[in-house]
């Protein structure tokens, strides 16, 4: 039998997500190639120790005593060279490259968990935007029902009153045409919960089989004072996933400016090889013997082209470090305004409350008087409708203000790095 989820909270609908989302394991495996990456690069550091072997067929040595125009000599050697050796070599110095490399891998870690917290809170707030969402369809549902139910009353009313005579066919017609509208809307807003729910569905990962059905209730939360604006702007600067991510792509860029240095000074290495060969060339003409030999040292590299050949990297280096930091300024720029307009948002969203109560209020009235009369025959159908829809306007208005005003406070929270 498949598993149900017939009424799942928002905060389970997180931890379902936290633990199944595609996205979210995709990232889990950047970190760890990421993890794996900078391991490699530490490595880097160990000896490289190889093991050597050959086989030739040798010719006979023949020496010019005399120079190439004149007659040689020829020593007959044995016809078969072959060696077993086993070198290795370590890194002593490389002018930093080594050190700077493993700096940028430990980078290079960190900005994959900020892109994976970052990851994680765009979940989270594609969730909530979704279960808002649900929200309101579920609102609208329930308002278009009590709507039907009142178009019901009104049908009866109407057919009432044809019977008596007072009013025509066409009225209760009128009323009836007002009733299969609201139950189409209803059957679209079905759809969409159904849509929705299939959409949450995704972000959690779940099987096609599972049937799932969020649980609304509880979204919505006290808004608090909003703080002054510096205050926020603070608190997104410390969470802000982005601008850490810039802040450490640009310590990278320095990084790589130091690597640039790095090319033109001069590189030690120690290292050593021991093995066994044969013959033994050691001597001349060379003998057939085995014979065993090691060597231990220390060897030094100058790259004196890149002392001509290091600029124009340079040069680029340093244009790309610019760049970066201007990201840095970008970004904190990006931010700020973020953080303002999505705090002004609220405060319209919630400025927008009070004025909408009114029109209900007002549209309410309307309806009542407006429905006496026509149950007095003093208005029309057509006036009766007019005012139900205006009705249903402004209750289907309260209802979407208060749904964004909530959605406005959680964008808030998000740009604050709080989600």
Do not use: C, W
Request: glycine share 4%; aromatic share 8%.
């Amino acid at each position: 039998m498949a598993q149900t989820f017939q009424r799942l909270t928002l905060q389970d609908a997180i931890t379902l997500a936290l633990q199944h989302n595609k996205k979210l394991q995709i990232k889990s495996i950047e970190n760890k190639v990421t993890t794996i990456r900078a391991e490699d690069i530490r490595q880097d550091k160990l000896p490289e120790v190889a093991f050597n072997s050959n086989v030739q067929v040798l010719d006979n040595l023949h020496q010019y005593e005399q120079g190439l125009g004149h007659p040689s000599t020829m020593y007959e050697t044995p016809r078969f060279k072959y060696n077993f050796t086993i070198d290795a070599e370590i890194p002593l110095y490389t002018g930093g490259k080594l050190k700077y490399e493993e700096k940028k891998a430990h980078l290079d870690i960190e900005i994959q968990d900020l892109h994976y917290r970052k990851a994680e809170r765009d979940v989270k707030m594609q969730l909530i935007a979704a279960y808002l969402h649900g929200l309101h369809l579920q609102q609208q549902k329930k308002l278009i029902l009590e709507k039907m139910r009142e178009d019901s009353l009104v049908i009866a009313q109407s057919e009432k009153l044809r019977q008596n005579g007072v009013v025509t066919n066409n009225d209760v017609l009128r009323t009836k045409l007002q009733l299969s509208n609201h139950q189409m809307l209803y059957y679209d807003l079905e759809k969409d919960l159904t849509i929705l729910e299939h959409e949450v569905k995704i972000l959690l990962a779940l099987p096609e089989e599972v049937e799932m059905h969020i649980d609304t209730e509880g979204l919505f939360s006290d808004i608090p004072i909003v703080s002054v604006l510096e205050d926020l702007v603070a608190q997104a600067r410390n969470n802000s996933e982005s601008l850490h991510i810039a802040e450490k792509e640009a310590e990278q860029k320095e990084l790589d400016k130091k690597l640039v240095h790095a090319n033109v000074l001069p590189k030690v290495f120690a290292g050593g090889e021991y093995g066994y060969n044969y013959p033994n060339f050691m001597f001349f003409p060379p003998v057939e013997h085995l014979y065993r030999f090691g060597a231990v040292g220390i060897s030094l590299k100058m790259p004196l082209s890149n002392l001509y050949k290091n600029k124009t990297k340079v040069n680029m280096a340093n244009e790309q470090l610019k760049m970066a930091q201007l990201t840095v300024e970008e970004k904190e720029e990006q931010l700020r305004h973020e953080v303002f307009a999505a705090q002004k948002k609220l405060e319209e969203a919630i400025r927008k409350i009070g004025i909408a109560q009114q029109a209900i209020d007002q549209a309410k009235e309307n309806y009542r008087i407006v429905r006496l009369k026509y149950s007095n025959q003093l208005s029309l159908i057509t006036e009766l409708i007019d005012a139900d829809n205006a009705y249903l306007e402004a209750q289907s208005n309260l209802i979407s203000l208060k749904i964004n005003r909530q959605l406005k406070y959680y964008q808030l929270q998000y740009v604050l790095g709080r989600i």
